[in-house]
């Protein structure tokens, strides 16, 4: 009984619990970390962040590919991928990193226990594995249980065209067109993605406008790329019905609108994964969407039970939840987390174009009535985009007009998500050292994406007056 007692507890083996396993291990803690998949990585890595991303970038090369005059030259047709084959090239990333991980556990002394977590009471965890149960207790407990899709009653997702996030990955036919029904990021990235592969798409947007928590420009911009690429987007809609036929899925609009494609990817919205856990055990509950409370410590209302990732809702990323996990980890250790998730979380959307943006919008600075004065930097002016043939996209940082400290910047373009984070360096300096000067004063190698930052800068501080 002696050994199935743990320091701590962690469900889940996605980006949340791996963050806290590794922190409470460097900390000297007797860490187990029960996953009910048969490998570790969690759905980050399984069915979410990774795969998407994977099939994401071959879809991107092959665009470049039929793209570039040099590759094309002596091809009478363009180069085509089906969605089966693209798949196996994302599987073999998959493996890599779930190796990765899993060595990460070995050599950290963590035990894995593969089975499904229940919660007995606030120090007991039943672990269903295969041919029996296994109890394990622990001073502190840390639920990192992550979300799954979510999925209306009213649809029946057994149908063999219908899809959600998460069994797109087992789609093995090529649909000519895909309906994807959610227009939030899982959909506007699967929309590049199938698009890219030359399928007919069909955007609905339950809203009047893509990803409206970014920039109007940005996303304005995204609405065009996505149309310009051949993406039909139909916006203010809500399915009535979803009708499954022999070969195929019919959607019926509220709006009287009907559409039939070979398949449905349904993407709207995530739900937390604390139906099994039994959370009633233990005097927790979950709220409508399966998510849990927490405090700024990630303690939940039960003093030894934390919370991190998905199931706690906003951001719901991996970049947070690894972070979340690291801070709860010296939580459980300490009694409290000196350190905290950053405010000005930013976001990598990886749609094509990719986009990527942190702190203020324009809408909200508006709002607040903060002077402030944009500066841009077309990718199309720069030497290193027009090399790479990568002229679509632009960078824009938004700065306050007196104290020229940066408020937002926000990216579309290649490397977006890479390019975001020099600037975001800059922007979570304290006081003085936040200044768009910066990089009018410093020297970039010539010639490079980052440049954009300095002619954006140039552009912003030619406006003052
Ligand atoms: C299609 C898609 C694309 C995404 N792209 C990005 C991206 O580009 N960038 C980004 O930052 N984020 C992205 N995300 C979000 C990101 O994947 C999640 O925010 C992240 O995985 C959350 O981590 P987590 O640790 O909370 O949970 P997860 O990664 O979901 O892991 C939870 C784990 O807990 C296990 N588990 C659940 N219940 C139990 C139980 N009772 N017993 C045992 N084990 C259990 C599950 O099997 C799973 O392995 C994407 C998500 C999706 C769906
Ligand atoms: N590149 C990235 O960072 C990236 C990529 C893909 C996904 N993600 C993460 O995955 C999630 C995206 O999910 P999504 O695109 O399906 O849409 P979403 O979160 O934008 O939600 C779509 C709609 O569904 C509703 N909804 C959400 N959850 C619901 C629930 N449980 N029940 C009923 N309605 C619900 C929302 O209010 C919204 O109107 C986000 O949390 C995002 O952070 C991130």
């Not at 070995?106 to 149960?133: F, M, P, Q, S, Y």
């Not at 990598?348 to 942190?358: D, Q």
């Amino acid at each position: 009984m002696e050994n199935n007692h743990y320091d701590a507890i962690i469900i889940g083996s996605g980006p949340g619990g791996e963050g806290a396993a590794m922190n409470l291990s460097k900390r000297g803690q007797r860490v187990a970390v029960v996953e009910r998949h048969q490998d570790v990585g969690g759905g980050c890595t399984h069915w979410g962040t990774i795969p998407s991303k994977a099939l994401r970038h071959s879809v991107s090369r092959l665009i470049d590919f039929n793209n570039s005059p040099l590759f094309v030259e002596g091809f009478h047709k363009p180069r085509a991928w089906t969605f089966d084959q693209i798949l196996k090239q994302a599987a073999s990333v998959v493996t890599k990193q779930t190796r990765m991980r899993a060595g990460f556990y070995n050599r950290n002394d963590v035990d894995v226990i593969h089975g499904c977590a229940e919660l007995v009471d606030r120090n007991t965890v039943k672990v269903v594995v295969e041919g029996g149960t296994e109890t394990i207790t622990a001073d502190k407990l840390l639920l990192a249980p992550g979300s799954r899709p979510y999925r209306p009653a009213d649809i029946d997702f057994s149908h063999p065209r219908v899809y959600d996030s998460d069994t797109i990955l087992n789609l093995t036919h090529h649909p000519r067109h895909i309906i994807i029904y959610g227009a939030g990021v899982i959909g506007c990235e699967y929309a590049s993605i199938f698009r890219g592969l030359d399928c007919k798409v069909t955007l609905i947007d339950s809203r009047e406008r893509l990803l409206s928590f970014l920039d109007v420009e940005i996303s304005d911009a995204l609405s065009y790329h996505l149309r310009s690429s051949g993406v039909m987007i139909r916006h203010n809609e809500t399915y009535a019905s979803v009708v499954g036929e022999d070969h195929g899925v019919v959607v019926n609009f509220e709006s009287g609108k009907r559409l039939k494609a070979d398949a449905l990817l349904f993407a709207n919205g995530r739900t937390g994964n604390t139906d099994t856990l039994k959370l009633d055990k233990v005097g927790l509950k979950a709220n409508h969407r399966g998510q849990l409370e927490v405090n700024e410590h990630y303690q939940t209302s039960v003093e030894n039970i934390y919370a991190v990732g998905d199931v706690i809702g906003y951001p719901s990323l991996a970049s947070a939840a690894y972070d979340q996990g690291r801070i709860a980890a010296d939580a459980i250790v300490d009694g409290k987390a000196e350190a905290k998730l950053i405010g000005n979380i930013p976001t990598g959307i990886y749609t094509i174009p990719e986009i990527s943006s942190v702190g203020k919008t324009e809408q909200e600075l508006t709002a607040a009535k903060i002077p402030y004065e944009i500066g841009q930097a077309h990718f199309s002016s720069l030497a290193r985009a027009q090399i790479a043939n990568a002229g679509v996209g632009c960078l824009k940082l938004l700065f306050h007009r007196e104290t020229k400290q940066i408020l937002g910047i926000h990216c579309f373009g290649v490397n977006a998500s890479e390019i975001l984070h020099i600037g975001q360096a800059i922007m979570e300096q304290e006081g003085d050292a936040n200044t768009i000067e910066y990089f009018v004063r410093t020297t970039f190698n010539y010639p490079t994406m980052a440049e954009a930052y300095r002619v954006a800068a140039l552009n912003g501080l030619n406006r003052l007056f």
